[in-house]
């Protein structure tokens, strides 16, 4: 089973930006895709963010944060980043780094991820 590892949370203002990592303990990176999500303190299911698939490099993002984060991966694949722009307070959340076998897809829908990493927490506060 994958092990995945976020980093990169932490405390910044509204505008900031933050990168975070997902770092995979299987280098066999090529079979699954990986993707990002959220989960506020409302304790409300897990919000999509962005996903990228490993065969093909398709993404796809959440509504809400088109045009200020993007997600990409290192050349060796076995970390992803989600880069966050422009951050707003609704953003405060735990993010989460999950992977899915599908390897042609940048999917969104959370019941298709396999693994799913610890999260790491997101304030966005002034």
């Known amino acids: 089973q994958v092990q995945l590892v976020e980093s990169g949370g932490g405390l910044v203002q509204p505008g900031g930006s933050l990168r975070l990592s997902c770092t995979a303990n299987?280098?066999?990176?090529?079979?699954?895709?990986l993707g990002w999500f959220r989960q506020g303190s409302s304790g409300k299911d897990r919000e999509f963010v962005a996903a990228i698939s490993t065969i093909g490099g398709r993404t796809a993002f959440a509504d809400s944060v088109k045009g200020r984060f993007t997600i990409s991966e290192d050349d060796a694949k076995d970390i992803v980043y989600l880069q966050m722009n422009n951050l707003k307070p609704e953003d405060t959340a735990v993010y989460y780094c999950a992977s899915t076998p599908r390897r042609y897809t940048a999917s969104s829908d959370s019941a298709e991820y396999t693994s799913w990493g610890q999260g790491t927490q997101v304030t966005v506060s002034s």
């Open positions: 299987q280098r066999t990176r090529g079979s699954y895709s």
